[in-house]
């Protein structure tokens, strides 16, 4: 019977996830196995809060590490959430937010956060129905789950950069100033149930990386794969994603605040 394990990831095993840019093209070369997972939510009638999830990272941890979400608020702008490498704290209060199916058909944690999350308690046969078509089908490495229950920032877009030098990302509000540039890669990471063949809307866009990039139905990555030119910080500036933030600016004022929290 497929259960859900709530307990710390190990690093060596974080690490063998892919990276963003390799399964760009999964949601593409994998669409009937997505819309079977998809149909699978609609037929269980999951919790609010249950999406498939795009199996990846942004970055390697070490050993005693986990990647942790958490929200930042920054005076005079609102909050901000963001996703960074955390030694493991021995009062484990963090709920798993991100899974995969591990080799033994069962849902293992990879991501963290201090979050609400569903209550997955008599969903029993959704758990097992969609570990076994994931692990029959190979796609451990592809396909998983998230588990988050809405809440106000389910309200409103986001857009999600990399911090390179210190490994996290800094996902942005709508309406938050921001770094703004054209994207070179966007990916959807996250899809809701399908109803008479139609997505369920999302109330929230993310992307992540060094651009902007809005969808209804679904969450979105953005990805700079040069790591030559997204270097963190000097007496200039930051770099964020890729692009430039200068002093004097409202975005270096805010993520001036936020690195503090890395």
Request: hydrophobic share 30%; proline share 6%; charged share 20%.
């Amino acid at each position: 019977m497929a259960s859900l394990i709530d307990t710390f990831v190990l690093h060596s095993t974080y690490n063998t996830l892919p990276l963003i840019t390799q399964v760009a093209e999964v949601p593409n070369d994998h669409s009937q196995d997505l819309q079977d997972l998809r149909d699978m939510l609609n037929k269980h009638n999951v919790p609010k809060g249950v999406s498939v999830r795009l199996i990846h990272k942004h970055f390697d941890i070490t050993e005693g590490e986990v990647m942790v979400f958490d929200k930042i608020p920054v005076p005079g702008y609102g909050v901000v959430q963001i996703m960074k490498p955390t030694v493991r704290p021995n009062n484990h209060q963090l709920r798993g937010i991100h899974y995969f199916v591990d080799d033994n058909a069962s849902l293992q944690a990879y991501e963290y956060g201090n979050y609400e999350v569903p209550d997955m308690s008599g969903f029993e046969s959704f758990l097992a129905e969609f570990c076994s078509l994931v692990s029959k089908r190979g796609l451990q490495h592809k396909f998983g789950l998230k588990l988050r229950c809405e809440d106000y920032t389910d309200q409103t877009g986001w857009t999600e950069y990399e911090l390179h030098e210190k490994r996290g990302t800094i996902m942005f509000p709508d309406g938050m100033p921001m770094p703004d540039g054209e994207c070179d890669l966007s990916v959807t990471t996250e899809w809701k149930a399908i109803f008479n063949e139609l997505p369920r809307t999302c109330k929230h866009t993310t992307t992540c990386g060094h651009g902007r990039s809005r969808c209804k139905h679904c969450n979105h990555c953005n990805n700079h794969p040069d790591d030559n030119v997204v270097n963190f910080g000097n007496e200039a500036g930051f770099c964020l994603g890729g692009q430039k933030i200068l002093p004097g600016t409202p975005v270096h004022d805010i993520v001036d605040r936020i690195v503090a929290a890395f």
